[in-house]
């Protein structure tokens, strides 16, 4: 029988949710320094592009990694504290990269960064699962799946804004380390204060609704807590997630550079218009989830689906109109994020919840993360040969965004058939 809340339930669901969402968020100012920073720490450093950009490798490498750790770490200390020392250990890293100017000891902080923030994403979805049950996933994690294209979005502007401020002689590129650690600062301690991981830690009862059909069979013995149906269906969500992480790390990692390159912006407008990308994603992530619940009975997949054809279309019309002028193709980057976007954050986040349930939503969200964070190192590595061997031309960059849309969406396919055949889908 689903529980019926009490005022106590929606009280401490409200700051359960607006703690985890600030979470993901402030993990961000403590993520962006790096990027927004790159080229002002290689001028003062001499550092070349492939000396940045393995600094940069080193924390795709670990966070990658991070994301397995987090998997049983999450699960045997619990959501909780798994974040707090996530956060607790970024801000460290964070304000030892704004004190430090030699590449390999910003490597490795770069690398203590990314197995840090690994436990972010896995930790969060995990509270998420205890306090929402699955009927109202959908919608709940739409608007809450936000925080990342708000994260971001307001950590680029605010350490833009800072290390343009230092232009003028105020600051350096060392504040925008400062400045994102102390956000993550503050952070911590509202998380401290307003998360739990469950209702019971509150003396609660456990909010229980209808169950998903991708949950873990209860009569049959899984490996790590989750069924054979439900170990299939958290590797076509992992397959479905290498392909989509690809492309949006592709899309943060290169589009101010082409747009700075190939159309002639210079760099502070390239950074505006790449915004049009995380800009379109947030209705994206709402319009799916809310879809999701209310035409597809919380079926993920199905919507995830249709996003993903579109998205497939969208970076096919790159491929073909692109070159035209960087209105067209900021239109085109823009309806990629909202195509992307939703799916992304639905069956990372209310479809990593439906496969673990409550016990394990945190495991099936990091193994999940994990397997797409491969991605952004795969196109970290080749899109820059790409780029270098056809002399600047887009149009293999523009293929290979254009290949992996299509197979996230293959991806989605099968978890569509399987839903349809009978079979435990997501």
């Known amino acids: 029988m689903p529980t019926t809340l009490t005022a106590a339930h929606n009280e401490w669901r ?6 985890t969402w600030l979470s993901y968020v402030g993990f961000y100012f403590c993520r962006k320094p790096w990027s ?23 924390y795709l490498i670990c966070y990658a990694i991070g994301q397995f750790l987090a998997s049983g770490m999450g699960t045997r200390l619990g959501p909780r504290v798994n974040v707090l020392l996530g956060m607790g250990l970024s801000i460290l890293v964070t304000l030892g990269m704004g004190i430090s100017i030699d590449a390999w000891m910003l490597a490795g902080l770069a690398g203590v960064n990314g197995l840090a923030q690994a436990t972010g994403w896995s930790g969060n979805v995990g509270t998420m699962a205890a306090w929402f049950h699955h009927g109202e996933r959908g919608k709940v994690m739409g608007v809450w799946a936000t925080n990342f294209t708000v994260g971001a979005l307001a950590s680029t502007w605010v350490l833009s804004w800072v290390l343009g401020w230092g232009a003028e002689g105020e600051a350096s590129w060392r504040q925008t380390f400062f400045v994102g ?30 169950e998903s059909t991708a949950a873990a069979d209860t009569t049959a013995v899984g490996f790590l807590g989750l ?60 319009l799916t989830g809310w879809l999701s ?30 070159h035209l002028g960087v209105g067209v ?20 986040g209310a479809g990593a919840m439906d496969i673990g349930s409550r016990k394990s939503a945190t495991f099936a969200a ?27 031309d887009l149009g293999p960059v523009f293929a290979l965004l254009f290949g992996s849309a299509a197979l996230a969406a293959f991806f989605c396919g099968v978890l569509v058939y399987r839903n349809r055949s009978g079979s435990r889908g997501v």
Do not use: H
């Open 181 to 210: 650690a102390t956000v993550l600062c503050v952070v911590w301690a509202v998380f401290y204060l307003f998360q739990r991981n469950k209702p019971e830690d509150v003396g609660l009862s456990a909010i229980e609704g209808p």
């Open 36 to 58: 927004v920073a790159k080229s002002a720490i290689g001028k003062e450093a001499g550092f070349d592009a492939s000396t940045l950009g393995n600094i940069g490798a080193a």
């Open 227 to 286: 069924s054979r149906q439900a170990w299939a269906n958290l590797m076509l969500v992992s397959g479905f997630y290498f392909f989509a992480k690809l492309i949006r790390y592709a899309i943060w990692s290169w589009v101010p550079f082409f747009l700075n390159r190939n159309y002639g912006l210079t760099d502070s407008q390239a950074g505006i218009y790449s915004t049009a990308f995380d800009l379109m994603g947030i209705p994206g992530v709402w």
């Open 14 to 19: 409200t700051k359960v949710f607006v703690a």
């Open 366 to 392: 990091a193994v999940i993360s994990g397997f797409g964070s491969l991605g952004p190192i795969i196109q970290e590595l080749v899109i820059a040969k790409m780029y270098d061997a056809e002399d600047g």
């Open 329 to 348: 193709f900021a239109a085109l980057l823009a309806c990629v994020g909202f195509t992307l976007y939703g799916p992304d954050a639905l069956l990372t």
């Open 293 to 322: 619940d209310r035409y597809f009975n919380s079926r993920r997949a199905e919507v995830a689906l249709l996003m993903m054809l579109g998205m497939t279309a969208a970076c096919g019309a790159l491929m073909v109109f692109g």
